[in-house]
């Protein structure tokens, strides 16, 4: 027997901007992006200052995605049952005292338990800011508004990336996630009395049929099954790449000759891309079809990947190529929210989010896995980039295949009309 259809439940005709909403999301996003590197950009110093080898926080960085991964899972049912403005307020609270905590941090394992505990606060920020802001905001910007909001994880790295390299050079490690801590901390406040409860604005609806919308199940009723599996394969593949980067590309570095106060310049520049990235998708989100646009930033990602492998110690030229390399994969990044927000409706849109988000993050936890692997194998970091190359690829051809895929879908339902 059959599932139950889904059906698209129709908010208020919201016309204007919510600029509020957007601009709070938005930096809480920025925070997300902040902590989520944080640790990535701090382990050189680490390394040094604890007497191991960079490999060893291997667990720890797994761990943080991990626990990132729970909460994008988790966040669709939250949402349902208690709106998106309280999940976000929780997370925030626990992110911010996650972060401050890690600060304190004196063993592997201490450091591994508090990533993974704030890892469930980060997860659970982004997909929830992503539902509640396209709740608040007209519906003909779904697409560009889930691309704004997730760009601020790009913003929050670049962020990380250029004042962590200050806080490590001349406070140490634990300043960076100090500094973290007390923005989140200065941020929660407005968070409480200035974003809105989106219940009171586009209605509530029973808990037994909020918490139906919210299933996974929907994610796979038969109008849509396809297009689920495609994205969460490219979601897994381009994070899984991405974060091989994100979490040990300053240890990379160093290989090139950039010193440990230097390195978290990779993340800076990774983070420059990234935003390029964003910034590509918001205008061409008007433009073209999202699929479309994913597929030339996974190409671009390809091509810098290969220019890296073969550059010489020069490091600016180093940097900017590392950038091009943040455009591309980041891009495929933000750009899956926002595949995902116009492909379920509104009252999935957090569990769509969440769900495909939560594929990219066990991709996040293979990716440091098998970078750290590399890493302590002794191989050179141009094999280890010309490696990457291979899941990049597979990105590419999937979602050329899913934009193929919502083209027919999209004929079968004029031919029905």
């Known amino acids: 027997m059959s599932g139950p259809t889904m059906t698209r439940t129709h908010a208020p005709d919201i016309t204007r901007p919510n600029w509020s909403v957007l601009t709070l999301a938005f930096i809480a996003v920025v925070l997300d992006g902040y902590d989520t590197i944080a640790l990535g950009l701090s382990v050189p110093a680490l390394s040094a200052e604890w007497g191991v080898a960079p490999s060893h926080f291997t667990p720890a960085l797994a761990l943080t995605s991990l626990g990132v991964a729970f909460g994008y899972i988790a966040v669709g049912r939250l949402t349902a049952r208690f709106g998106c403005r309280n999940v976000i307020l929780v997370a925030v609270a626990v992110f911010t005292v996650g972060s401050l905590l890690t600060a304190w941090a004196g063993s592997i394992v201490e450091l591994t338990a508090l990533r993974f505990v704030t890892g469930l606060g980060l997860g659970a920020v982004m997909p929830a800011a992503v539902a509640q802001t396209t709740a608040l905001n007209p519906a003909r910007f779904r697409q560009s508004i889930a691309v704004f909001v997730t ?99 300053p240890t990379l570095l160093t290989s090139y000759g950039f010193s440990t106060g230097l390195a978290p310049l990779g993340s800076a520049a990774l983070g420059v891309g990234s935003i390029i990235g964003a910034g590509i998708l ?123 895929v919502r083209v027919a879908h999209r004929a079968d339902e004029q031919v029905g009309a």
């Not at 760009?151 to 490690?173: C, D, E, T």
């Not at 300043?175 to 604005?201: C, M």
């Not at 939560?358 to 002794?378: T, Y």
Request: proline residues 4%; charged residues 10%.
């Open 151 to 249: 760009m601020g994880i790009s913003l929050g790295a670049l962020i990380a990336g250029v004042a962590g390299s200050q806080l490590v050079r001349n406070f140490g490690w634990p300043s960076v996630f100090i500094a973290g801590a007390i923005a989140s901390a200065i941020l929660f406040p407005f968070l409480w009395f200035k974003l809105p409860d989106e219940r009171t604005v586009i209605g509530d609806v029973p808990v037994a049929d909020a918490k139906h919308s919210a299933s996974v199940a929907r994610l796979f009723d038969p109008e849509v099954r396809t297009r689920t599996l495609l994205l969460w394969v490219f979601s897994f593949l381009v994070f899984s790449v991405f974060y091989i980067f994100s979490s040990w590309l």
């Open 282 to 404: 918001i205008v061409c989100a008007t433009k073209f079809r999202m699929t479309s646009v994913l597929a030339g930033t996974t190409a671009a990602a390809i091509v810098f990947l290969v220019i890296s492998a073969f550059l010489g110690p020069d490091k600016a030229l180093l940097l900017i190529v590392f950038g091009g390399v943040g455009l591309g994969l980041q891009a495929g990044m933000i750009g899956q929210a926002a595949v995902a927000v116009s492909i379920y409706p509104q009252r999935t849109a957090a569990t769509g989010v969440g769900w495909t988000s939560s594929m990219g993050r066990l991709g996040s936890v293979v990716g440091p896995i098998v970078g750290g692997a590399l890493i302590g194998l002794g191989t050179s970091t141009s094999t280890i980039v010309l490696l990457a190359c291979i899941p990049v690829l597979g990105a590419l051809l999937v979602v050329v295949a899913l934009g193929r």
